[in-house]
Structures are given as structure tokens and as C-alpha cells.
């Protein structure tokens, strides 16, 4: 049965290295450990020190190398133990993306004990097993702090009274990283149009002018042409071809002379299922928007949320009301004017991509920034 837990312990540590889009770098974990022994090794508990090297091999599985070492006084004999272990362990941590994140952990690796207790010399390695559970904690972008419990099954019966022991370890220490984090690549800028020439100065760029020698001062379609119909309603679509002849003053209309809807997609800007806390990967996207919203002063917009197909209805409503605000709180702080802009949440309603698929539901968790006028 030690075997047969073993052998799972080391096809998880094996199992668990497989992603790429994280913090990548080496961490070097030196602690301080508390070592509640099994009452049958007739060894005093007592304190020893762990060092760890590892680092994540996906967003939520670390992988680490690790050596412990304490010396304990043998009870009723007057001599002493150094056990040592040398071991793999894997962890599991959840709450991706926060600073804080809980972990269960598993591992295997070799045990060794040397010195003079339990009444005869000691010089025997074997197997041992390691399970945890403990707490992560991001300080700085280089150091944090880990505290873990760890039930360990000992195989050496270096004492010959038993075929495993069962010790605790509780143990408090950091994690250095090894090297710079890596930069989070930047955002496209905003470029400006270029300006389009306007041969004739009927206000419709050569591109686009069908009748580029239009008189000065004579009244003329989209398309640069001249129209007797008039534009009633200004929007820039002659009355003859306009099919919706009422539009309202400011809006953006089609060739049709229809009201259309302007939309900004902040690309970027998404989020973590059931969350609405904006990652550091979307700062830079959002500040982008704030300059655009500087460079255009009369731009009014509305901030949109939207969410993929997880959960209730009314869940996904309130929950893409929530991100909506995150983000216009964002441009606030910014220096955005508050009355250029409201907010709203679509909730599910609004996908722009298959909610069947993990990269279809994260387009849908985004935002957007509709211009109103």
C-alpha cells in the first residue's frame, strides 16, 4: 500500500508540467519547520530548517526540489537523530491571479535518519510521502511569504518496531525569485488617421469622392455629388437616398442614412471567470483609452459589460454591471469627465463568440466603450 501511494504521488509531480502564460521564474524557498514526530521513534519533537527550489510550471501547479534537515534527542537513551529528507513535491494553487492563494500539495522523495537512538546506531534511507496544505502570499514582485502544513508517511523502519511512521511538519518561510519578472508586452498605440485630401472642398475626401470636381460652395451627397433633394436631417445621406430621414443630430449613420452603433472593444480588457477585478495586463489598454478620451474632449460614451454564458442569467446581469463599473471607475480616477460617460451591464445577451469553448467565453467577458455621440 506505501508503494501503490508512492507511485500516485510521483505521477502527479509528473503530470502537473504542462502550460505556459505565468510567472515562469526560479524560486528559492528557505523556512523554518517544526517537526512533530510519530510517538513510536522515541524521538523529542523539535524544530530543523527546509530549503526549496522550484517554480510554476502552469498558472496553478508548482513544481519544487526540496531538502529538510532537524536533529532530534532520542528519548530514554541520551542520544541523537539527524533525519534528512530529499524530496519532489507539487502544488496546486487556487484563486489565480490574486496575491493571496490557498494550495494542496503532494510529493515523494527519500528519507534518511543517522546518528544513535531507540536503543541501537542508526544509518537507514527509505521512501517517504508527503501531502499539504497551505498559504501562498505575494509581498512584492520578488518575495513572498508560505506557511503549510505536511502530513508525512515515513517507510524507514530505522527503529525495527514498525513498517511506517506518521510525522506533521509545520512550517513558515519565504519565496525569493530568481531574476526579472517578465514585462507585460505593451499595447498597440492609437494611431491617427492620416489626413485625406479634399481636392474639390465639398467636404468628401478624394477617396471617396465619385465627382471630384464639384463647383465651391454647391451642396452634395456622401458621395461628393450633387443632390437638388437636399439633407434635411444633416447627416450627410441626401434626402433621396435617405431611408431614415428623422435621424438624430450627431449620430453616425450608414449609407442608408441609418442611425449605426459605434463600438471600441477594449481588446485586452477581459476578465477571470466570476470575477470582476481588472488584471494588471489590462492596465495598459486602459490607459490607452484615457489618452484617446483626452485626445477627443467632446467624445461621450457608454462603458458596456458584457459576460459568457457561465451561471445564471440574473447572476451574469449583475455580474457584467460590476465589471462595467470597474472600468468607468478606472477611467474616472484617470481624469476622464464623469459626464462623458455612463455605464451598463448586458450581462450574457451580447456574445461575440461561442460560449462552447474556453477561448469563446473569455472574448465574451470584456468591455467596450459605445460612443453616443
Given at each position: ?5 508512492l507511485?500516485v504521488?510521483?505521477?502527479?509531480v509528473?503530470?502537473?508540467a504542462?502550460?505556459n ?10 523556512s523554518?519547520?517544526?517537526n512533530a514526530?510519530d510517538?513510536?521513534k522515541?524521538l523529542?519533537s ?7 527550489l522550484g ?7 508548482s513544481?519544487?526540489f ?5 536533529s ?5 537513551t541520551?542520544g ?24 494542496l500539495?503532494i510529493?515523494?522523495g527519500?528519507?534518511?535518519?543517522n546518528?544513535?537512538g ?10 517517504m510521502?508527503?501531502?499539504?496544505a497551505?498559504l501562498?502570499?505575494s ?9 503549510e502544513?505536511?502530513y508525512?508517511l515515513?517507510?524507514d ?5 514498525a513498517?511506517s511512521?506518521?510525522d506533521?511538519?509545520?512550517s ?6 530568481l531574476?526579472?519578472a ?14 485625406q485630401?479634399?481636392s474639390?472642398g465639398d467636404g468628401?475626401s478624394?477617396?471617396?469622392?465619385r465627382?471630384?470636381?464639384t463647383p465651391a ?11 437638388v433633394d437636399?439633407d434635411?436631417?444633416n ?7 435617405d431611408?431614415?430621414?428623422?435621424t ?6 450608414d449609407?442608408?442614412g ?5 463600438v471600441?472593444?477594449?481588446q ?5 471567470v466570476d470575477?470582476a477585478?481588472?488584471r494588471?495586463?489590462?492596465?495598459v489598454?486602459l490607459d490607452?483609452a484615457v489618452?484617446?478620451?483626452g485626445?477627443?474632449g467632446t467624445?461621450?460614451?457608454e ?9 445564471s442569467?440574473?447572476y451574469n446581469?449583475n455580474l457584467?454591471?460590476?465589471r ?13 469627465s464623469?459626464d462623458?460617460?455612463?455605464w451598463?451591464?448586458y450581462g450574457?445577451?451580447s456574445?461575440?463568440?461561442t ?5 469563446g467565453?473569455?472574448?465574451n467577458?470584456?468591455t467596450?466603450?459605445?460612443i453616443?455621440?
Open positions: 500500500m506505501k508503494k501503490t501511494l507511485g504521488a510521483l505521477s502527479c509528473a503530470g502537473a504542462l502550460a502564460d505565468y510567472d515562469d521564474r526560479w524560486m528559492l524557498s528557505p523554518l519547520i517544526f514526530t510517538g513510536q522515541n523529542e523539535d524544530f530543523g530548517f527546509g530549503l526549496g517554480k510554476f510550471i502552469n498558472e496553478n501547479w513544481l519544487d526540496e531538502l529538510d534537515h532537524a532530534f534527542d532520542a528519548e530514554d541520551g541523537s537523530v539527524d533525519q534528512t529528507g530529499l524530496g519532489l513535491m507539487t502544488r496546486y494553487h487556487f484563486n489565480s491571479g490574486s496575491s493571496l492563494r490557498p494550495f500539495g510529493g515523494a527519500y528519507l534518511d535518519h546518528g544513535s531507540a536503543a541501537r546506531a542508526v544509518d537507514s534511507s527509505d521512501l510521502l508527503n501531502l499539504s497551505g501562498r502570499k509581498i512584492t514582485d520578488r518575495v513572498g511569504f508560505i506557511t502544513v505536511k508525512r515515513d517507510t523502519d530505522y527503529t525495527g518496531t513498517n511512521y506518521d506533521y511538519l509545520f513558515m518561510g519565504l519565496n525569493i525569485a531574476g526579472a517578465k514585462s507585460t508586452p505593451a499595447a498597440d498605440p492609437i494611431v491617427e488617421p492620416a489626413p485630401l479634399d474639390d468628401v478624394d477617396q471617396s469622392d465627382c471630384p470636381n460652395g454647391m451642396e452634395v451627397d456622401m458621395y461628393g455629388c450633387h443632390d437636399g434635411d436631417d447627416d450627410g445621406v441626401m434626402n433621396s437616398a431611408k431614415c430621414p428623422d438624430r443630430a450627431g449620430a453616425v449613420v449609407a442608408d441609418c442611425e449605426v452603433q459605434v471600441i472593444e477594449l485586452g480588457v477581459h476578465f477571470d470575477k477585478t481588472l494588471p495586463e489590462s492596465i489598454i490607452a489618452k484617446t478620451m485626445d477627443h467624445l461621450v460614451v462603458v458596456a459589460g458584457h459576460t459568457d454564458s457561465t451561471a442569467e440574473a446581469q457584467s454591471e460590476r462595467a463599473k470597474v472600468v468607468y471607475d478606472y477611467l474616472v480616477d484617470k481624469g476622464v464623469a462623458r460617460m455612463t451598463k451591464g450574457e445577451l456574445p461575440i463568440a460560449n462552447d469553448t474556453e477561448e467565453r473569455q472574448k467577458r470584456r467596450e466603450l459605445v453616443q455621440d
